[in-house]
């Protein structure tokens, strides 16, 4: 079974692809709809935004390729929209876009008929555009089928699939709470049973849960499950239960619950999640300084081992500092500020660098450093081919603005 993740895993060293991918219309969208009508073809719109990673991905190493070019061009009137941008920014709205990539799929009256977010290969993305064409696996039509009633693991399985695809997570929490009370032990390690628990998610030490530990051998030896996919489930379980204790509970408790935890889960970046529990557990308690601290010490030994790799680490947590609410009067910004100015020399051109410093300095109302560092994210954009989009030129304005 392939393991279910939102956020696409970057490709390397795959070869140079050739040029005759997916034609993309340089119009408007009203233009796109319009040829599709006249074509008798349905629309492809890529929603993407330039700060995805994800959607550079796709951009370059799926778009590109033949094979996906021969079936959307055949098929579809294509569009990239910058969801950010021009008409994008109201298209957002209108097709409730809240991940990114997100594929649509759509009539030529612009009606969707089907919503992926994001494909890690070719054959993944021509498998989602065929489903356009197929009623019996379109989401409308599983929903209709769910609501009246129908509930064997084979369409539960196709179901919670198509509503992770489409980034329906609330509702398969709805659809969760519903299944698995009701799922027999011996469905559980069938192929659409582990589906359905897998996207569905588990409670740490409910009666799935411990019955999937238990049997650890049966499931892990099951082709379609693996090794993989069981500490998947696992994790994820453990992962919710501990974000609970961490909010909630005292730190003595928060550390006997992750000693015991550990007896079921060890996750390959222990250390990393730990300081990402007691974080929790400092910011639920106001104690900022703590969190921060804690934040910067693992940075810290990452950038002892790789100078580079270890800024995206120094600045996620200065850009919470900046933007995160629950850290608007942690009066951390000085600190924040501090840490990144002493590091960005690390990689010159790590463009959030720059983002975080003017959003940190834009905070303590420094206007000519904050100006300083959005015009230099700016220029690098510039040299790297790229236009500055709605948020980036929004953060201008309100610098200006001080």
């Known amino acids: 079974m392939k393991k279910i993740a939102i956020v696409l895993i970057m490709l390397w060293g795959l070869p140079k692809l050739s040029a005759q991918g997916i034609s993309f219309e340089h119009s408007t969208f009203k233009e796109v709809l319009a040829k599709a009508k006249a074509e008798k073809k349905l629309v492809f719109m890529d929603c993407f935004t330039t700060w995805c990673g994800p959607c ?25 929209m910058d969801m950010e941008k021009g008409e994008g920014i109201e298209l957002t709205k209108t097709y409730d876009v809240n991940a990114y990539p997100t594929l649509l799929f759509m009539d030529s009256d612009g009606k969707v ?40 693991l084979a369409f539960l399985s ?18 969760g709470k519903e299944v698995i009370p009701v799922m027999k032990p011996q469905q559980y390690s069938t192929e659409d049973g582990f589906t359905v628990i897998a996207h569905v998610g588990l409670d740490y030490k409910s009666k799935v849960y411990n019955y999937i530990i238990k049997n650890k051998k049966v499931f892990i030896d099951k082709p379609y499950i ?42 390959p970046q222990q250390s990393e999640d730990k300081t990402y529990y007691y974080g929790r557990y400092y910011l639920a308690q106001k104690q900022y300084d703590k969190w921060f601290d804690l934040n910067k010490k693992q940075a810290d030994e990452a950038f002892a081992k790789n100078k580079k790799e270890a800024l995206s680490a120094y600045i996620n947590t200065a850009y919470s500092v900046a933007v995160n609410p629950d850290l608007e009067k942690a009066g951390l910004e000085e600190k924040a500020i501090t840490m990144i100015e002493n590091v960005k020399n690390a990689d010159p051109e790590f463009l959030a660098v720059n983002f975080c410093l003017a959003n940190l300095y834009l905070k303590t109302k420094n206007k000519e450093k904050a100006l300083e560092n959005i015009n230099a994210y700016i220029k690098k954009s510039a040299d790297k081919g790229e236009e500055p989009n709605t948020r980036v030129l929004a953060l201008k304005t309100q610098i200006e603005n001080l």
């Open 56 to 80: 550079k991905m796709m951009a370059k190493e799926i778009f590109p390729q033949q094979n996906v070019g021969d079936y959307m061009n055949a098929n579809f009137v294509s569009i990239k």
């Open 113 to 152: 008929v089907h919503r992926a977010t994001g494909a890690d290969k070719a054959e993944d993305f021509i498998e989602q555009a065929k489903i356009a064409f197929d009623p019996s696996k379109q989401l409308d039509n599983l929903d209709k089928q769910y609501q009246s009633g129908k509930r064997d």
């Open 158 to 175: 196709q179901y919670v699939r198509a509503l992770y695809a489409a980034y329906k997570l609330d509702v398969i929490e709805k659809v």
């Open 226 to 267: 693996g090794k993989e996919d069981f500490y998947y489930v696992v994790g994820q379980a453990v992962s919710k239960y501990l974000v609970g204790i961490a909010t909630k509970k005292t730190l003595p408790e928060l550390d006997k619950a992750i000693a015991e935890t550990e007896k079921d889960y060890v996750s």
